[in-house]
């Protein structure tokens, strides 16, 4: 039997989570600041919802995706979808050129770009996790393989442009914290929500699904339709991320363990508001840091797939140590 302490400790966890994300978010908007407060207050504020709906979309993504594919080593682009969107974007330069796609406004680009990264990983994600159970190994073995047939593809297409055209392109392939283009902000927060709202009537489904697929199917979990229909949602959040920040592969994964260790939970009321909680810790939090002790010396992204990547080792090796 549980504790009182052990069922009390999501709660408690949660609200530490919070109290360390209100600091980030004060330190982020008042440390530094200087002139006048109208104009900080507005331009670190439009800067924080963009970290805010990064981490929100990439938690929430990651923690379905291992919901849907019932493992916690797997992650959106452990499965190759960042090379995807590698290869999406390297695509329409080489068709049209950077100078034809740059004249596309941002936010019908983004559209496009993300209604072609739903169909592909939708096709590509149904196929792998919507048929009976499948091993580890496949599943990392298949994203693997996707994943260098993605960059392969990309890499061919970049050594045939014009050097030009490649340094416009490689300026929008590497993850970037910093640099979100805030044009997009409005159109990625009512796309997020949209989904959100979606997610949120299949909610009642997260904990049976997380189970396997055999058991929600005995306990009248309609499978197919609720993993496909989470699939096509997991697709457009990581899409919108990434159209705001660049492909990022280890950070999902990262706090994803972080939330499952720290709430000890299979709970997804306990597991997703911690994961959240902890993207934005470690954004904004990190952003801080690094404008604050760094000077912008080293890049956020890089420490934090460095970190995520040591995780994915470790969960890897806890797998194959059973």
């Known amino acids: 039997m549980p504790t009182d302490l052990q069922q009390k400790r999501p709660i408690i966890i949660l609200v530490v989570l919070s109290a360390l994300a209100i600091v980030a978010i004060i330190a982020f908007m008042t440390l530094g600041a200087k002139g006048s407060w109208a104009f900080v207050l507005k331009f670190r504020g439009i800067k924080l919802a963009a970290l805010l709906l990064v981490a929100y979309a990439i938690a929430v993504s990651t923690v379905m995706f291992q919901t849907v594919t019932n493992n916690r080593i797997l992650t959106p682009a452990v499965m190759g979808f960042d090379a995807l969107f590698v290869l999406v974007h390297t695509f329409m330069v080489f068709a049209f050129g950077s100078?034809?796609?740059?004249?596309i406004d941002p936010r019908l680009r983004f559209i496009g770009e993300t209604l072609l990264l739903v169909v592909f990983a939708g096709i590509l994600f149904r196929w792998l996790f919507s048929g009976g159970e499948r091993s580890l190994h496949l599943l990392v073995l298949v994203g693997i393989i996707f994943g260098v047939l993605f960059r392969s593809l990309s890499s061919f297409m970049q050594r045939v442009l014009d050097p030009n055209e490649f340094m416009v392109l490689q300026d929008t392939l590497f993850a970037s914290f910093n640099s979100i283009d805030t044009t997009l902000l409005a159109i990625s927060a009512a796309i997020v929500a949209l989904a959100s709202l979606a997610g949120l009537r299949l909610f009642h489904t997260f904990d049976v699904l997380s189970l396997g697929r055999p058991a929600a199917i005995s306990l009248g979990v309609a499978h197919k339709r609720v993993v496909t229909?989470?699939?096509v949602l997991i697709s457009i959040m990581v899409a919108v991320s990434t159209a705001l920040v660049g492909p990022v592969m280890f950070f999902g994964l990262l706090i994803a363990a972080l939330a499952h260790y720290f709430t000890d939970s299979g709970k997804h009321r306990h597991v997703l508001p911690a994961a959240i909680l902890i993207g934005i810790i470690c954004l904004v939090g990190g952003q801080v840091i690094l404008e604050r002790v760094f000077a912008?010396?080293?890049?956020?992204?890089?420490?934090?797939e460095f970190l995520g990547g040591i995780v994915f080792i470790v969960l890897i090796l806890k797998r194959g140590a059973r």
């Open 99 to 103: 100078s034809e796609v740059l004249l």
């Open 296 to 304: 912008f010396d080293t890049a956020l992204s890089i420490v934090i």
């Open 229 to 231: 229909a989470l699939l």
